[in-house]
């Protein structure tokens, strides 16, 4: 099973969208499990599930993992063939987001569509990488950093890319015979806080724990 696969058809992604389907996916990416052990678990008869299997193993989204006999009746037993799934804009292919249309370094909708076309190229890249069985040579760096105020991010901003400037200007080589061209993306945004769930409450009062942050290096990716 792959850690992770992206999702090209627009049929697939529709398949993949489905509540109870996704529900299955879930299921069967924790391990192997025929149609009779999901019926149970998801609250559906098990011909309704065995519909829903076969619609997903159509698209490629679950595998038969093995067979085994359970009485007079063989059980097909069946997995998902990645723990999650990314649907890419090609599934959307005539309205997905073009950053070439318009370049603004610091619009977060910018940003937002130069991830949409890593989703996109990357998983061309590993469909294609996986139908030649070659390895494909990625790199990615992910990190974090607590700034001081906006000054230091802009600080930040300004070294990190007047950086990463310098080093293209010294390794790019447009005329090279045989070389390969490269995508360079960096991205700074603030980070997501999750709300984490509180335990109960003592009826005696409590100081608040502290907590303690580590910083590490920017967030930044580059990839093939």
């Known amino acids: 099973m792959l850690d992770v696969t992206v999702i090209e058809d627009p049929e697939a992604a529709v398949v993949s969208l489905d509540p109870t389907r996704a529900r299955?996916?879930?299921?069967?990416?924790?391990?192997?499990?025929?149609a009779a052990m999901l019926a149970g678990k998801v609250g559906l008869p098990r011909q309704k599930v065995n519909y829903h299997l076969k619609a997903l193993e159509r698209h490629g989204l679950v595998e038969l993992a093995g067979e085994r006999r359970k009485g007079n009746v063989t059980e097909r037993l069946m997995r998902a063939t990645a723990a999650s799934y990314v649907i890419s804009p090609l599934a959307l292919a005539s309205v997905q987001p073009d950053p070439d249309r318009f370049r603004d370094q610091v619009s977060a909708r910018w940003l937002l569509a130069l991830g949409a076309r890593l989703v996109r190229d990357v998983g061309s890249l590993i469909t294609g990488a996986t139908k030649?069985?070659?390895?494909?040579a990625t790199y990615a760096l992910d990190g974090q950093v607590r700034f001081a105020s906006a000054a230091d991010r802009a600080a930040f901003v300004h070294e990190l890319t007047a950086g990463v400037s310098a080093l293209i200007r010294k390794y790019d080589t447009p005329d090279a015979e045989g070389g390969r061209d490269h995508r360079i993306v960096l991205a700074v945004h603030p980070t997501v806080e999750t709300v984490e769930p509180q335990p109960a409450q003592s009826t005696k009062s409590a100081r608040p724990a502290q907590s303690a942050a580590t910083e590490a290096p920017p967030a930044a990716g580059l990839t093939d």
């Open 24 to 34: 299955l996916l879930a299921e069967l990416a924790a391990g192997p499990a025929s």
């Open 132 to 136: 030649a069985r070659k390895r494909l």
